[in-house]
């Protein structure tokens, strides 16, 4: 089945030591979009990219950076995670940008990261 | 600015019931509506999505639907199972590049 891979599901990380998320999608959608989301609260686009133009959101912190280094893979880096980066984070895929069903973005399952 | 409202925030059902989750939006210009379900734990998985034309549509026993002029969405859940107990996401998307406006959610929660 096409689909939106996240490895890990869950992710431990020190205080300040780097992590990286992985999204890998078999759709071969053009779009792959991250997503922050804490307990309770509606996801957060953090970035996306298009092909390989890369788009950051105005309030995405510099501590969060990503790579799509082909189609199918993007990658999430946090360079310095803080207490307050625990969330899940989400990653998305949509064919295209712009209206219609075309654009309909698929989630993957998500990774549950913990700060400690 | 664009927003997304649901309500209510949360319901407890017991199994067997229905239910219906409402939504209210302000974005402008729009493009389409979804319905996401979101287990906990896991990421959004769509219901349905409605464009400006559509003002009803089912997937199973989840029947959404839009009314486009006065800006409002409701989801309906018939006969509701315990495996119905999740987050339900109102997502509006703009006709600007594919942005999409969350909702906060509505909680449900099946007792048998």
């Known amino acids: 089945d096409a689909m939106v891979i996240q490895n890990p599901r869950y992710q431990v990380t020190q205080f300040g030591k780097p992590v990286t998320l992985s999204c890998s999608q078999t759709l071969n959608h053009n779009v792959m979009y991250w997503y922050q989301q804490k307990s309770s609260q509606a996801p957060k686009l953090l970035f996306h990219?298009?092909?390989?133009?890369?788009?950051n959101e105005a309030d995405t912190p510099d501590n969060f950076q990503s790579r799509r280094p082909n189609t199918s893979f993007c990658f999430l880096d946090i360079r310095s995670p803080g207490l307050g980066d625990a969330a899940m984070y989400l990653c998305?895929?949509?064919?295209?940008?712009?209206?219609?069903?075309?654009?309909?973005?698929?989630f993957g399952p998500g990774t549950r990261l913990t700060v400690l | 600015k664009n927003q997304v409202e649901q309500s209510p925030q949360s319901l407890i059902i017991l199994e067997g019931k229905n239910c219906t989750l409402q939504?209210?939006?302000?974005?402008?210009?729009?493009?389409?509506l979804r319905w996401y379900k979101q287990d906990t734990g896991r990421g959004p998985v769509s219901l349905t999505i409605?464009?400006?034309?559509?003002n009803t549509k089912s997937n199973g026993r989840y029947t959404a639907t839009l009314d486009a002029d006065t800006k409002q969405s409701s989801l309906h859940i018939t006969a509701s199972q315990l495996s119905d107990s999740a987050s339900y996401i109102c997502?509006?998307?703009?006709?600007?590049?594919?942005?999409?406006?969350f909702g906060g959610g509505t909680r449900v929660l099946v007792k048998p």
């Open positions: 939504c209210n939006y302000t974005v402008s210009p729009f493009s389409n």
């Open positions: 990219y298009y092909d390989k133009d890369f788009n």
């Open positions: 997502v509006v998307s703009g006709t600007a590049g594919n942005k999409l406006t």
């Open positions: 998305a895929t949509s064919r295209d940008l712009g209206e219609g069903e075309r654009n309909e973005q698929f």
């Open positions: 409605m464009t400006f034309s559509e």
